[in-house]
């Protein structure tokens, strides 16, 4: 099928010559089409599909919660981790966990792509999961709606190659926001979460209409009530507030940290799929039970407790170790949720463990409460934890108080810089890969090899190298001939002591090499394949420099090597199994 919005040139132009202007008006019609009519379209389908996730969720709540209490929270929270896991392994093909982890897996590997079964499984696990007291948030489960109606709607209509994922991305972040009632907390989201470090900049166009469109009908159909308790009478936050908020920051990036190890050492433990897998989850309902009955309120997605975090007449008024223990209670739920059965997101999770813990953290200052401080520690924490630093400082703009961004963004920055590229979900990057490395982070991920091949097997020799002592006009004569963006430097013993960028020499006004040496750290010939991937993905330079023990330069591997490896690797596999390995 045609894409929808393509026009045929040919036939809108009997005459090829026609000029200019009959060419512009094609462009702005498919640029119409392409980023504001399909957007407008799939928004609509996305307002509409997430309001009945939430009734869905809303109804098993409200069936369920009255049974959150000893004895029958041992026997409400095994079967909700026991469904919600059987419904992924048996309708969806597929296991329970962080939806944010899928919705990142389809966008850099499958250009959101994703089963139509394990799309349907995913939300209804999620409402089991939460609507059953799991300690989760609905965003994970609202990105994954709306990212596979997006990608279903784009190739219905003939979309392809990059723009799929990138309407994909934007379809995630527009039920991201109408779940939340904050539709720029969506687009921005959605143009953060991908990397660490850096954004999706191409997302943020169609992500507008989507974005407004989902979130208009979404509460035309739920209601307007915001997802928190109405916070009055917050002003303009005073100089300490704003001094105050940095030192914030950096209590949150310890707490955030915490939380990341706690989540990761869960992922490593975690047994679904493997023997005795239902046993496992059973004994994760029934930690979650036994945690429940001594703090029930770390139990659920917490909407109220944020309320009551943000209110000085509510968490303000319990002690200080309580408040604490909720904070470390729910970091445990929240990790035990996800990885031993149950399915959701971890953004509202993050809100709720940063806004307690800065109520703690005030009370044990022996500060006055100020709920602009608490609004600053969950956009910190959501910063640290997720990657997503602006989102987090427009969520609280968005649902709290505008009066709350200056010190969400001091505190924010602080906790995210102090984290570093630490985070809880498994497939950011840390930069956008350019579009040549896209192919081999793609490759790499599909042939999983049991042994990988080591860089002594795979490198090729390289036959230009710069010494310490060399002028500009030899560097430049060696990057004609090699055709490179980057040369070894070595001395006169053959060890590797750096490397001369292109870009860096032709910006630069020195006359020797000595000054433009960049001195990174080599890859060893006896290290493998997939190390030298990582390398390329995180650094952005698609030519690495391999050594022996002694430093000595051995070769270079460049990102077409690795391709060629890998698809040797993969089309053995087909030829052994008679199958398509893709």
Request: aromatic content about 10%; charged content about 15%; proline content about 5%.
């Amino acid at each position: 099928m045609g894409s929808f919005w393509q026009v045929n040139t040919l036939n809108s132009l009997p005459n090829r010559g026609a000029g200019l202007k009959n060419e512009t008006s094609i462009e702005l019609r498919n640029a119409l089409h392409k980023w504001i009519f399909m957007p407008l379209f799939m928004g609509s389908v996305i307002g509409v599909v997430e309001a009945t996730f939430i009734t869905f969720y809303d109804l098993i709540w409200r069936s369920i919660s009255p049974y959150l209490r000893f004895p029958f929270i041992f026997v409400v929270l095994p079967l909700g981790f026991l469904l919600s896991y059987l419904i992924m392994r048996f309708v969806g093909n597929s296991l329970p966990g962080s939806s944010t982890h899928v919705v990142l897996r389809r966008f850099h590997f499958e250009d959101g792509a994703g089963d139509a079964k394990e799309s349907l499984a995913s939300p209804i696990s999620s409402a089991i999961t939460m609507g059953f007291g799991g300690s989760a948030g609905l965003e994970g489960p609202s990105l994954s709606i709306g990212g596979s109606i997006a990608y279903r709607l784009s190739r219905l209509l003939g979309v392809k190659g990059n723009e799929m994922r990138v309407l994909f991305l934007a379809g995630a972040g527009a039920a991201l926001g109408a779940v939340l009632k904050a539709p720029l907390t969506g687009i921005l989201f959605a143009i953060e979460v991908p990397y660490t470090q850096d954004i999706e900049h191409n997302v943020f166009l169609p992500a507008i209409p989507m974005g407004v469109v989902a979130y208009g009908i979404y509460v035309a159909i739920v209601g307007q009530t915001p997802i928190f308790a109405q916070i009055r009478g917050i002003t303009f936050p005073s100089p300490f507030e704003m001094g105050f908020s940095v030192l914030e920051g950096l209590f949150l990036a310890g707490i955030a940290l915490a939380f990341i190890y706690v989540y990761k050492y869960m992922e490593r433990i975690n047994v679904s799929g493997k023997k005795w897998d239902y046993v496992a989850v059973v004994i994760g309902g029934l930690t979650l039970a036994a945690i429940g009955c001594v703090m029930p309120l770390s139990l659920g997605i917490g909407y109220g407790v944020i309320s009551a975090s943000l209110l000085s007449g509510g968490l303000w008024n319990y002690g200080v170790a309580f408040i604490l223990m909720l904070v470390l209670a729910k970091i445990i739920t929240t990790s035990v949720t996800l990885n031993e059965g149950g399915s959701g997101g971890l953004f509202i999770p993050s809100i709720f463990i940063g806004a307690v813990a800065s109520v703690g953290l005030l009370k044990v200052l022996g500060l006055p409460f100020s709920p602009i401080l608490v609004a600053a520690g969950a956009a910190a924490m959501v910063a640290a934890t997720n990657k997503t630093l602006l989102a987090a400082v427009a969520f609280v703009a968005e649902t709290i108080s505008p009066y709350a961004i200056i010190p969400a963004l001091l505190a924010g920055a602080t906790a995210y810089l102090l984290t570093s590229n630490k985070g809880l979900y498994e497939n950011q990057l840390q930069f956008s890969p350019a579009r040549t490395h896209v192919a081999l982070m793609r490759i790499s991920n599909k042939a999983k090899l049991e042994t990988e091949a080591t860089l002594s097997e795979i490198m090729r020799p390289t036959r230009f190298r710069l010494s310490p002592d060399d002028d500009l006009s030899h560097a430049i004569s060696l990057f004609s001939l090699s055709g490179d963006t980057a040369l070894p430097v070595v001395d006169p013993t053959g060890k590797y002591v750096g490397r001369v960028e292109l870009e860096t020499l032709l910006a630069s006004k020195v006359t020797n090499v000595t000054e433009l040496i960049i001195r990174d750290r080599p890859l060893f010939e006896d290290e493998t394949a997939g190390v030298a991937v990582n390398r390329i993905l995180s650094s952005g330079k698609g030519i690495v420099f391999v050594v022996d023990r002694d430093r000595k330069l051995k070769g270079v591997i460049r990102t077409a090597d690795l391709i060629r490896h890998y698809s040797k690797a993969l089309y053995a596999m087909g030829e052994e199994h008679g199958s398509n390995p893709i």
